[in-house]
């Protein structure tokens, strides 16, 4: 009887979101350069005494990266991640046991084959594109994170009586948030609060040894193409200057990848480029295109991928932060050297993840 109740109840709350998503749809494609709404200043999390387990057990009230309230009867112990960059920064809090249901595509994450490989043979349920709503009500959590993308699946999740959170690190501090939020949720606040102080202390150290330097000229190379390029509000943009750079796209309006001419790439004249991990094309590939013969970065030859083998350090998680020190070497090789960045690479991922990486792994070989 409960299961067709729960059947009856899913399927009225999924022809709802059918019926409204081509709505929403006109809706957001009606404004393609309306800015996400920016998450309140977060201070970060104050460690807490280990007193009580009373303190982190009791009902909790937050408030989400979109604005959403939203209400635990206690901290959260089935965990739905529909979100790489959430699973990630479990994983760094030591969450993983907690979590239940994993974004889709989780097969090509080589973080879960080293430290986590049960994860890959968990139900795939969501991303930012598409979320499955009766595959993470069978699995019975008593928490759902998803990107913002995801809102209006968040919104029918919680009508079922899942408690869903919604995300958006897409800036420094609204990373910040992200760990602090996953603290509060899910019950780990000292272990959030350290994170966000080792976090917060590396940043601090980098940007105190680039304040006075040059700023030399830097293009991040996305994806799909060379002509693509992080703008302005993005993550990727605030690394790049706290590394003590100056990001060329900084004027380009939003939170996502935009396309850019040769014309417009020859014009910013970068010093450097810098491509994604993940990119679909080779460092030749930018050296051959002759319309981009004559860039500073490719004539002297600064063109550069950003590591590691084992995931993107320029996306908003914790391994980030790595990323910022390779950036550092790379653009200032005096005030970072490749010896620290390796060894706060390998001290990284040993403290969080028990990991002994090797310097393939690292993108040096």
């Given at each position: 009887m409960k299961k067709r109740l729960l059947s009856l109840v899913l399927l009225s709350a999924l022809l709802v979101q059918l019926l409204s998503g081509c709505a929403a749809e006109v809706k957001e494609s009606a404004q393609p350069s309306a800015e996400p709404s920016t998450p309140a200043a977060v201070?970060?999390?104050?460690?807490?005494?280990?007193?009580t387990e009373s303190a982190q057990s009791g009902p909790i009230t937050v408030t989400d990266q979109a604005g959403r309230t939203v209400t635990l009867e206690k901290p959260a112990e089935k965990i739905v991640s529909c979100y790489y960059l959430v699973?990630?920064?479990?994983?760094?809090?030591?969450?993983?046991?907690?979590?239940?249901?994993?974004?889709?595509?989780?097969?090509?994450?080589?973080?879960?084959?080293?430290?986590?490989p049960d994860f890959l043979d968990l139900p795939g349920v969501g991303s930012g594109k598409e979320?499955?709503?009766?595959a993470i009500a069978a699995l019975e959590p008593d928490l759902v994170l998803l990107p913002k993308k995801q809102l209006e699946a968040a919104e029918t999740l919680t009508g079922l009586g899942i408690p869903s959170a919604v995300v958006e690190p897409e800036t420094y501090e609204a990373f910040n948030g992200l760990i602090e939020l996953l603290g509060e949720l899910c019950g780990c606040g000292d272990e959030a609060s350290d994170l966000i102080s080792y976090y917060n202390g590396v940043v601090d150290r980098v940007t105190g040894l680039t304040?006075?330097?040059?700023k030399p000229a830097v293009y991040l190379a996305g994806e799909a193409s060379w002509l693509r390029t992080c703008a302005g509000g993005m993550y990727q943009r605030e690394m790049i200057e706290m590394a003590g750079g100056s990001c060329v796209s900084q004027d380009i309006e939003g939170r996502a990848w935009a396309d850019v001419s040769g014309e417009q790439l020859a014009a910013w004249d970068p010093e450097f480029i810098f491509a994604v991990s993940y990119a679909e094309y080779s460092l030749d590939d930018i050296r051959n295109d002759g319309a981009l013969a004559g860039l500073k970065a490719v004539a002297e030859d600064r063109l550069y991928t950003v590591p590691s083998e084992i995931e993107a350090w320029d996306y908003p998680q914790p391994s980030s932060i790595l990323g910022l020190l390779w950036m550092t070497?790379?653009?200032h090789p005096e005030l970072v050297t490749e010896d620290d960045y390796v060894k706060e690479a390998r001290e990284f991922y040993k403290t969080y993840f028990d990991l002994d990486?090797?310097?393939?792994?690292?993108?040096?070989?």
């Open positions: 201070e970060p999390a104050q460690s807490q005494p280990a007193e699973t990630a920064s479990l994983l760094t809090l030591g969450q993983k046991d907690k979590i239940v249901g994993i974004e889709m595509k989780a097969s090509s994450r080589e973080l879960y084959k080293l430290c986590a979320t499955n709503i009766e304040k006075d330097a040059e070497h790379i653009l990486v090797t310097q393939a792994q690292l993108g040096l070989e």
